[in-house]
Structures are given as structure tokens and as C-alpha cells.
């Protein structure tokens, strides 16, 4: 078998052997506890001020039983789907809850890889992995590590890369 069909063969579309920090799931519920925080702050307040018709009332605790599912559920969701691995061909990426998507970008198509951790991510000690390759696909990015994998994720990958032949185009 040539290298080349041995290459593909491992590159087969698969489930990632690795899941995301935990805490993770309370940064994700925390993301969208701003958004329902704000949504239902804002309908109170309309609400309140326009002696809005029972029917209104009933939509605003429709919409917070929503967001109590939503917040609960949600995180959990996505902890379970997201996954990633890296392997001395590839970094694999599964993510999605309710479409879920499959990355692969073999290490020679690497171009850049980046760690970035916003104010929630740096209060819980987590961090975002960006892998930018030559692909139109744009970059894969591993969400919800732990800072110290994260960071221990980088340095592996930049070892690899530089040490990939190809010249990630």
C-alpha cells in the first residue's frame, strides 16, 4: 500500500478521544445567562412600565422557562459533544449540539496556532486553541480547555508543526 493511501486511511473521520475541561459547561451557562439575563431584563422592564396585557405577562414566563431548560440543559450538551484530539497527522475537533461537525486539519496544513482566553475564560482558568490552516473551512478551535492544557496543547503543536514537512499551503 503506498504512503499516501496509508495517509488517508488514517486521516478517516472519527470521534476525538479527548472532552473539554468541565468547568467548561459553567463557562458556557454563563455565556448564555447573559443573554437570557438581558432578553428577560428587558421584557420586565417593558413590562412594567407599559401595564402590558396578561397575555404579555404569560410570554415573559414562557420565555424565563425557556432560558431556566435552556441554561440547564444546554452546557451539558455540549460538554458531551465537544471533543478534540491531536495525533502525529492531525488535530481532529468534533463540536455542535444540535448539527454536529467533524474537523480534521492534517498537521502539515498548519499554519498558525493560537491560545486566547477572555475574562470568563481567565476567572475559571480556561482557554480557547485556535488552529488556522490553508483551508477555505477557516480555523478549527478546541473551546473549553484548561489553561494548562491549553497552553501544553500549544507548545505540542507547535513542535509538530515546525517539525511537519510541507509548507502549509
Not at 496509508?6 to 478517516?12: D, E, F, K
Amino acid at each position: 500500500m503506498s504512503q499516501a493511501i496509508a495517509h488517508r486511511l488514517q486521516l478517516r473521520l472519527r470521534p476525538p478521544a479527548n472532552q473539554v475541561h468541565p468547568r467548561a459547561v459553567l463557562w458556557w451557562a454563563l455565556q448564555s445567562a447573559a443573554f437570557w439575563v438581558a432578553l428577560l431584563v428587558g421584557g420586565g422592564v417593558a413590562l412594567f412600565f407599559t401595564g402590558a396585557p396578561l397575555w404579555l405577562v404569560l410570554i415573559e414566563v414562557a420565555v424565563g422557562v425557556v432560558a431556566v431548560v435552556d441554561l440547564l440543559v444546554e452546557p451539558r450538551l455540549q460538554y458531551r459533544a465537544h471533543r478534540w484530539e491531536v495525533t502525529d497527522q492531525a488535530v481532529y475537533v468534533q463540536s455542535g449540539v444540535l448539527t454536529r461537525e467533524w474537523r480534521i486539519a492534517p498537521l502539515s496544513r498548519v499554519q498558525t496556532v493560537d491560545s486566547e482566553r477572555g475574562p470568563l475564560q481567565q476567572w475559571l482558568k480556561l482557554a480557547t486553541v485556535t488552529v488556522t490552516t490553508a483551508s477555505a473551512s477557516g480555523p478549527l478551535k478546541i473551546r473549553g480547555l484548561g489553561q494548562d492544557e491549553a497552553a501544553a496543547l500549544v507548545d505540542r503543536l507547535t513542535a509538530v508543526t515546525e517539525a511537519t514537512p510541507g509548507d502549509a499551503t
